[in-house]
């Protein structure tokens, strides 16, 4: 399926967050999280409990990208640029973005940013993400997406996405954005511009994953900056 990129813009300025429904078939979903237990195409593993990030876990994976993560990190990241050009614009931030994900790549490289970010995260019950941010380094991209890859209802309970919003001298809103398996959140890493009476200003965002009720949860995670 291919995103309404402009509703999906619309939505990001609005809400600060774009859902794009059915972006994966579900055969793409089963197999991707099948792929957890195939250590050779990971990097590293992190234990969330043992550095405060929440419950669960997740892994890195490893160049080359499996070909259905590393097509949708290219597919997303074109119509993404455009937007995050504007959002710079709009904030005075001087850095643009090339319309092709290999120049950034290039660019993230040469600042040494040289390991891949893409992720699968897996949650049982008990398990959750603390509120966090994804910088990785010098550059940083400012949207990210997450795709579920399981059945709410069916193959687990709980586990919503959550997303907070944090404007100045106001107390902090939260997004709960509902998800079904294939389905895709698109959100900023880590500020996104607002319009006030005053002008555009900035407001710090983080996002994270309520408590699992029941069973197995699995997300693929699209990061677009490399890691130092």
């Keep these: 399926m291919t995103p309404d990129w402009q509703r999906v813009e619309e939505d990001l300025d609005a809400f600060g967050c774009a859902r794009v429904q059915g972006l994966l078939a579900p055969d793409d979903c089963a197999s991707l999280a099948a792929a957890y237990d195939d250590a050779g195409l990971f990097r590293s593993r992190i234990v969330m409990a043992r550095h ?38 709009a904030l005075g931030i001087g850095e643009r973005y090339p319309s092709r994900h290999a120049e950034y790549v290039a660019r993230c490289h040469a600042a040494g940013q040289l390991r891949p970010t893409p992720l699968l995260l897996r949650y049982g019950e008990g398990d959750y993400n603390c509120l966090h ?10 949207l990210q997406a997450a795709l579920l890859l399981s059945r709410p209802g069916a193959d687990f309970t709980g586990g919503e996405f959550v997303l907070t ?16 398996q294939g389905d895709c959140v698109i959100f900023p890493v880590h500020h996104r511009p607002v319009h006030g009476t005053r002008g555009v200003y900035r407001v710090n965002m983080r996002h994270g994953v309520s408590r699992l009720r029941s069973g197995s949860r699995h ?9 130092t």
């Design 52 to 89: 405060g990030f929440g419950r669960g876990e997740y892994q890195y994976f490893r160049y080359p990208l499996p070909d259905p993560v590393q097509a949708l990190r290219t597919a997303l990241y074109g119509p993404l640029a455009a937007i995050a050009n504007r959002w710079h614009a």
């Design 165 to 180: 919003e944090q404007r100045p001298r106001m107390q902090s809103r939260a997004e709960v954005v509902p998800l079904e």
């Design 219 to 227: 997300t693929l995670g699209i990061i677009f900056h490399d890691a």
């Design 133 to 142: 941010q994804d910088l990785y380094g010098e550059h940083v991209f400012p």
